[in-house]
């Protein structure tokens, strides 16, 4: 079993920024892979970055290519989102998740079905 929970969540203006954390425990955080994921309203959930075990490999949805960062301190059990130049379509709950079972520099999967540990969510509403 794998818990986590999201921080960092709240409003703020168009333009603005945000860092989300989400803090593991209940196995070795080194020996599994993260994503963010967000679901606004009426909307499916979506995939908007990942991480490898290692750290080295990321990903980004294109949608936030340049204005989102996401990290990982092995050390500290964390991960986190640096989420900057927000805009009013990212606002959204966002997830954070855990992948089981890939290699350590493998970059993890982007479908939300492949993850297999979820935080209760955070609320990011960015205002125009």
């Known amino acids: 079993q794998v818990q986590l929970v999201e921080s960092g969540g709240g409003l703020v203006q168009a333009g603005g920024s945000l860092r989300l954390s989400c803090a593991a425990s209940g196995r070795t955080f080194s020996s599994y892979a993260m994503g963010w994921f967000r679901q606004a309203p009426g909307k499916e959930r979506e995939f908007v970055a990942a991480?490898?075990?290692?750290?080295?490999?990321?990903s980004n949805v294109d949608s936030v290519k340049g204005r989102f960062t996401i990290s990982r301190d092995n050390a500290k059990n964390t991960v986190t989102l640096q989420m900057n130049s927000l805009k009013p379509e990212d606002t959204a709950v966002y997830y954070c998740?855990?992948?089981?079972?890939?290699?350590?520099?493998?970059?993890?999967?982007?479908?939300?079905?492949?993850?297999?540990?979820w935080g209760q969510g955070t609320q990011v509403t960015v205002s125009s």
């Open positions: 998740a855990v992948r089981l079972g890939t290699g350590w520099g493998i970059p993890p999967p982007t479908s939300s079905d492949e993850y297999h540990y």
């Open positions: 991480i490898s075990r290692s750290g080295t490999s990321t």
